[in-house]
């Protein structure tokens, strides 16, 4: 077993090696190309018989149990994902940028956790909550859409002994928010799509999306003008910089955040993170600046909201 692995990542790594920066694509005849046909038309070759098809089931299996102790049954209650391998590289001429899986979103969870460790003593109390299931509607009980944050702060409030139902309302609403996610950065392959005076752009820091939502504003939050101003001159006075954007033309880009369940709390929120390229894609690209200078515009946001 130890040889097959050797062979395969020789297999891999020389693949790599012969294609350059065009080892990913399946559009040119490689290893690549022919692990995507396979993945692609297997199931669907007629010139594989049931009884060889099994044959093929069953080296599966003896793998993963060789490897992982995983058996079939366990396929019934396992959660297995299945993510392209190696670590996030360096990405450019002038390694300004940073290619990896899954940018969207711990490009943005991040800063926003390591800001918090950056302001050990906030005027207010702080929080920073990493949330799943956003890309399927936020449900479940680890989902923005749960009621866990809210019986937190009834909880803290149960501990002071001050609680109502009045109160943990009164502490959502006085809340300020920031909705850590990523924005669309304008791609020049694909023009057509973006508006290219209100898209973001890599170099130019974080952004800030007023609103997102698809077909113009539907499902968004819309952020207040009063709060936009505020957070504008906090930006100004700590010289972060910043950017505006919306996601697309309207009918042709667009999409969703979970800023608007913050919002269904009367709490000021406003989405803002990082620009990325190629995002849902196994692989994304974000610019080191704009990652650094969200870093920045948390640690203000913290100290001066």
Request: hydrophobic share 35%; proline share 3%; glycine share 8%.
């Amino acid at each position: 077993m130890q040889k097959i692995k050797l062979m395969a990542h020789f297999r891999w790594e020389k693949c790599r090696t012969e294609m350059g920066a065009q080892w990913n694509n399946y559009r040119y005849p490689s290893l690549t190309s022919e692990y995507t046909d396979y993945l692609q038309f297997y199931k669907k070759n007629s010139d594989l018989s049931t009884e060889k098809k099994e044959k093929v089931k069953a080296g599966i299996l003896a793998i993963l149990k060789d490897m992982y102790d995983i058996e079939e049954d366990d396929f019934v209650s396992a959660e297995i994902e299945v993510v392209p391998a190696g670590p996030a590289r360096d990405f450019g001429f002038d390694r300004s940028m940073v290619m990896g899986y899954g940018h969207d979103d711990r490009v943005c969870s991040y800063p926003s956790f390591y800001a918090m460790l950056e302001v050990p003593a906030p005027k207010r109390t702080t929080a920073c909550l990493l949330v799943d299931k956003e890309e399927i509607g936020s449900v479940g009980a680890t989902g923005m859409e749960s009621r866990f944050f809210e019986n937190t702060i009834a909880e803290i409030a149960n501990c002071m002994g001050d609680y109502s139902e009045l109160t943990v309302r009164r502490c959502l609403t006085n809340s300020k928010a920031l909705s850590s996610d990523v924005s669309a950065a304008f791609d020049p392959n694909y023009p057509d799509v973006m508006e290219k005076k209100n898209s973001c752009y890599f170099g130019k820091g974080m952004v800030f999306n007023k609103y997102t939502g698809s077909r113009g504003k539907s499902g968004s939050n819309d952020a207040s003008a009063e709060y936009m101003g505020e957070l504008r001159g906090i930006m100004d006075a700590d010289d972060v910089s910043y950017q505006t954007a919306e996601l697309g033309k309207v009918d042709q880009g667009g999409g969703g955040t979970i800023a608007y369940i913050l919002g269904n709390y009367s709490m000021l929120v406003i989405d803002s993170g990082v620009p990325v390229l190629n995002m849902h894609a196994p692989w994304e690209i974000i610019s080191k600046v704009d990652l650094y200078e969200a870093f920045r515009g948390y640690v203000s946001f913290l100290k001066k909201a």
